[in-house]
């Protein structure tokens, strides 16, 4: 019992230390490099997972008791990542601080992953990237455009590729295989779907987070499995959130899914899916 303790006791000495020997940067934001399980020392990478359509950020590093400044990157398209190109060498770097004005519905997330300090831009609604959290954990939002899916259903029919049908701009998370946190599986943009993972989706778990980008977050969307891929197909609607919705609204909604399916432009397995979720069985 005593070791254990004092096995405790080290750890928090290294941790308050950790915390107290943070250098200021004023201005800006400090990351700590000492506090990830693998260390940095190749490139510094911007992703933009968001609606954000500009940016401009500075990064320093503090080395020999200063801040110096190694750079910036000005511009990062949806989907894409940049690297940020500088002469400096980040080994033995044990800080890294970086400015950048964001807008308030925006922040970044950031993890050393083989050896690269990346920084990730995603919208301030969304809770699972980065995050380990249980599938049955996720809280759907429409509103900030979160919907989530479990495909166990459909997995017996699909096997290779994920497709999308009328989508507006979106991520779609999955469960890293290499992290255990939700990861952006693929962006989507022009209504086509950008894949990081290229393994058979069937290999993944089957539970999947969407965050709809685009100003209109309301959307039906149904998952189903055609030709060995799946697809999620999406529907603008008035979309209510479940707890705010009256009878009246529900009994609308089913109404307006109705026509969608007696005009031909969903099929079964869309309609019954879409009801389902409207009633919220």
């Not at 990346?118 to 900030?144: H, Q």
């Not at 894949?195 to 969307?221: A, F, G, R």
Request: aromatic share 14%; hydrophobic share 35%; charged share 25%.
């Amino acid at each position: 019992m005593k070791k254990m303790l004092l096995v405790f006791a080290s750890i928090l000495f290294i941790v308050v230390k950790s915390f107290a020997n943070t250098p200021e940067f004023e201005n800006g934001t400090v990351i700590s490099l000492n506090t990830y399980p693998e260390k940095f020392k190749d490139n510094i990478i911007l992703t933009n997972y968001s609606s954000l359509a500009e940016i401009d950020i500075e990064f320093s590093i503090f080395k020999d008791s200063k801040w110096f400044s190694v750079g910036k990157i000005t511009g990062c398209p949806f989907g894409n990542e940049v690297k940020l190109l500088t002469k400096d060498k980040f080994k033995n770097i044990a800080f890294v601080g970086y400015k950048v004005n964001l807008p308030n519905d925006k922040k970044i997330v950031t993890d050393i992953r083989h050896h690269d300090l990346r920084l990730y831009i995603i919208e301030s609604t969304n809770n699972y990237f980065g995050n380990a959290k249980d599938f049955s954990s996720v809280i759907e939002s429409p509103s900030n455009g979160i919907y989530k899916f479990d495909t166990t259903e459909q997995r017996r029919d699909y096997e290779d590729d994920l497709r999308v049908q009328n989508a507006p701009k979106s991520i779609i998370m999955f469960k890293s295989p290499d992290y255990g946190t939700w990861d952006v599986y693929a962006t989507v943009s022009g209504n086509k779907v950008n894949n990081y993972y290229h393994d058979d989706i069937d290999d993944y778990s089957p539970y999947w987070i969407i965050q709809v980008l685009d100003e209109h977050k309301y959307y039906t969307i149904s998952a189903f499995a055609k030709s060995d891929n799946l697809n999620f197909t999406f529907q603008k609607t008035d979309y209510v959130e479940e707890n705010n919705m009256s009878d009246n609204d529900i009994e609308s909604q089913l109404m307006k899914l109705k026509k969608l399916y007696d005009k031909g432009m969903i099929d079964e397995k869309e309609y019954k899916a879409s009801r389902l979720k409207i009633l919220g069985l």
